[in-house]
Every structure is written in C-alpha cells, then in structure tokens.
C-alpha cells in the first residue's frame, strides 16, 4: 500500500509551519500526531515555535509537553474596559483517555483528566481571568469534562466525526472545530459594571467554499505536492503483497464481454475520475490515487499513466473486485458483490460532503441487477 507514514511526515512537516505562519500561538497533541513518535513532533515545535500541550499524555508521573500556557491580550480602551490593560489567557491542552497509544509509544500513558486538572486548575483560578481548555476527544467526554470543571470558560472539542455538538447542557461553552477543522470561532470578552470579566457565546464560522483560498497556503499546498513528487512517493509506494489469486486486469478487459456495461460506464463521472485529479493539480497524491485510479497500492494496480494507462479513473474493479479470477472463469457464479458501505469508503464526509446514495447511485448504475441498498451480484 502507498507510503502513508512519509506522506504523513511531510504534510506534518508543512502543517506545523502553516499553523506558525498564521500565527497560532499553541497546538494541543492529539490521537493521530502521536505516530510521529515524540521526538519527530519535539523536533516540529522546535523548528516552528510552537508549543505543544497535553497536561494529561503522561511518561512515568510526568507530562511529555507542557500542560498550559499562560497568554495575554491587550485590552484596547473601548473593547473591553480592563484597568490593568490586558486580558490573561490559560490555555490548557487534554487528550481523550479513550485514544489508544501507538506501538512507538508504549513508554506513555494517558491519565484521566480529572486527576491532572484539579491541581491545574487550583493554580489558574487564581492566575487567570479566562480558561480556555483544548480537547481532543467527543462532544460526549467535553460535556462532561466542563460539568466537573465548570471554572471552564470554553472547551475547544476537537477529533470529532461531525460538524455538530450532542446535546450538551453547556451549549454556549463547548466549541466543535469539527470534521477536519473546518469551523473556527470568534470568542468575544466583556467586563460588567462590577469588573469581571464575562465569556460570550462563541461565534460559529464554517470555511466553506464561498471563502477565497489564502495565497499564502495555496502556495504551501502546492510545496506540499510538490514535495511528493520529489520523493516519488507515487511510483514507488511499498507494494501490498495479494495473498489471494484474483490480481486486477483493468477495465479494458472487462469490455470484453461487458460491452453494454462498459458503454454506460464511459457516461459516467467515474470514467473520468483521474482527470479531475489533473485539473486539480493532485494528480502526484498518493492518497487521492486512491479513489481515482484502480489497484493503486496493489502489486497489479495503478503504478502511473505511462506504466499501467488501462488502470487510470474509477473502473469496474473500483466496486466488484480484483477480476482476474473472474476473467478466467466466467461461468463461476459469485463475482461482482457491491454493498452500500463500500461507496463511502471513497465518499467520504471530507471528499464528498454532498453525498447521497439515493441520488448518487442512480448516476453510475449500469445494470439493472445493481441496487444501491442491498448487496447483489451479476
């Protein structure tokens, strides 16, 4: 399969400095960071400036990062009315103790937050005028964390699966950055008539698609690709060994026999499912390869256009299957299942946010044995 951990490296690599380019002032660790081993992400911090938090990702009885930090903003006459001039921010850095540890790891442990924060938080009661606590976990385990710190001024959930927060009694101090960080806040602080300071409701921004691309990060992207095919991380991923017969023959030799199928087919979006990787410019990304070619990451997929052209866009094999076996023996009966799960493999919450099977389905159906709510074969 493709070279996931130095593909991963490298958009780390890029991450960390885009996040210190914007001028983030803290990145709170979380599940998926911890494959990098710590030395590569100490490595990281070091090179960007960025601190690194977790008050609860443990080696022996002490933090791996530091478990807060204490930040200050200026308090301009007229936005808040702060006598001493300036707002002070704790921020604070928890891991989900549900999260498992990678095998590189295994000198760490995650401690229940409830045992780090009661210590922490006697300290920042005092120091701080706003707590601010990053969490990477669900919206279920941060409603909880605030109802047994409600000394908490917001909860900064992220890792979850949805844009959406559950049902929580806290509505106005749990902010979800959900799916891949697509949603920022605005926290707006005021000061009462008798001084103290209050935490407004945060306010919600998704960046969808009507917000313009920053050229300073497009250009980053586009290092980021470009870096891929310096290290020819698509011709050369380790290649995932079959332990079964059946190897992928291309779409080509299913038209063989397949020739009205095959025809309906090249109407289809997926028929054309590289070239939307040209236009983009991703075209070199192993992890759009993927869904975009047939194999790719299989001893007998996708290697490059120039190498294996009958295996480009999204083809018979995508769905069905490896077609080796079938090819050679036609008459055998069970070939070709598809189920409903597999589409979503592909299309994905991130990939296609639209999604519907309902609707989607009917657009690349080529036989009227297909179905797009239960499994069949033909």
């Given amino acids: 399969m493709l070279d996931a951990s130095r593909q991963s490296e490298i958009k780390a690599d890029i991450g960390f400095f885009a996040l210190a380019d914007m001028g983030y002032i803290a990145y709170n660790i979380g599940q998926h960071d911890l494959q990098f081993g710590i030395a590569h992400l100490t490595s990281l911090s070091q090179q960007n400036n960025l601190p690194l938090l977790s008050a609860n990702l443990h080696r022996g009885t002490s933090p791996v990062f530091q478990p807060y930090i204490m930040h200050t903003v200026d308090s301009p006459e007229g936005i808040i009315n702060s006598p001493e001039g ?3 921010i704790a921020i604070i850095g928890l891991i989900s ?21 009661k210590p922490i938080m006697s300290k920042l009661i005092m120091d701080a005028d706003v707590i601010v606590c990053l969490f990477n976990g669900t919206s279920a385990e941060a409603t909880t964390l605030k109802s047994n710190f409600p000394m908490l001024d917001v909860v900064v959930i992220s890792n979850e699966k949805t844009d959406n927060i559950t049902q929580s009694p806290h509505p106005h101090t749990l902010v979800n950055t959900g799916v891949k960080g697509k949603a920022v806040y605005a926290v707006k602080i005021i000061r009462d008539t008798t001084g103290k300071l209050i935490v407004k409701k945060p306010i919600r921004y998704l960046l969808h698609e009507r917000i313009h691309d920053s050229p300073r990060m497009t250009q980053l992207l586009e290092l980021y690709q470009e870096m891929i ?5 698509v011709e050369s991923p380790p290649q995932k060994q079959q332990k079964t017969t059946p190897q992928f023959v291309g779409t080509t030799t299913c038209k063989t026999c397949h020739i009205g199928e095959w025809k309906s087919w090249k109407e289809t979006k997926h028929a054309h499912a590289y070239h ?9 990304d192993p992890e759009c390869l993927t869904c975009h070619t047939v194999g790719f990451g299989a001893s007998s997929g996708f290697i490059s256009v120039e190498k294996t052209p009958h295996h480009i866009d999204v083809g018979c094999e995508n769905c ?31 990939n296609s946010p639209k999604f519907d099977i309902k609707v989607y389905f009917p657009q690349i159906v080529h036989s009227d044995k297909e179905s797009p709510i239960k499994e069949t074969s033909h």
Wanted: one cysteine or more; glycine letters at 8%.
């Fill in 86 to 88: 300036i707002i002070k």
């Fill in 97 to 117: 103790p549900n999260h498992a540890i990678y095998a590189q790891n295994l000198d760490l442990k995650i401690v229940d937050p409830k045992d780090v924060l």
């Fill in 229 to 233: 095919v310096a290290e020819d991380l």
């Fill in 276 to 284: 939307t990787l040209e236009v983009a410019g991703h075209e070199t």
């Fill in 320 to 350: 069905h299957g490896p077609g080796s076996n079938h090819a050679e023996h036609p008459e055998q009966k069970g070939y070709g299942k598809i189920k409903e799960t597999l589409c979503v493999t592909c299309h994905t919450l991130e």
